[in-house]
């Protein structure tokens, strides 16, 4: 199994195909080619994954000069609750402050229920798309732009 293998596996299990947010494996390795983009996976105690372990959860960054963007991060539904989305914002954090960051982006649907834990990490609202998103109804949805100073 290898990484594209384990984070298209939480991708599967953590985004409900309402909002048409999952990834293609496709569009993972095309973004995982640029440089500028990293991932980092995670097991059910935290840690890094080893060899043939799956992963319990997985974020994806765009780095860019002075800042990151959060592209994605998941954690497989069976395991939320028990801190890895934390864990893993708090060492994407780290990575970002590593490779010369001061700011970490991302931007979520309005009615995401990942936002609590978004704002309990440092995030704050800092912009608004009005009618970014389409549900699988075809209603609209805002897009919230946040912000973490590193």
Do not use: C
Request: charged residues 25%; aromatic residues 8%.
């Amino acid at each position: 199994m290898d990484d594209i293998d384990r984070i298209m596996a939480v991708m599967e299990a953590a985004f409900d195909p309402q909002w048409g947010e999952a990834w293609t494996r496709r569009q993972v390795e095309g973004s995982l080619m640029m440089s500028s983009t990293h991932y980092r996976l995670l097991d059910a105690a935290g840690a890094e994954p080893v060899e043939d372990t799956d992963a319990a959860a997985f974020a994806m960054v765009r780095a860019a000069p002075g800042e990151e963007e959060l592209l994605l991060i998941a954690t497989k539904p069976e395991l939320r609750g028990r801190g890895l989305g934390a864990r893993m914002i708090a060492l994407l954090a780290g990575d970002a402050r590593a490779r010369g960051a001061d700011k970490l982006f991302l931007e979520m649907r309005e009615n995401n229920p990942a936002v609590s834990l978004y704002q309990r990490q440092g995030f704050t609202p800092i912009g608004r798309r009005k009618g970014y998103y389409t549900a699988g109804d075809g209603t609209r949805i805002d897009a919230i732009t946040f912000l973490k100073i590193l």
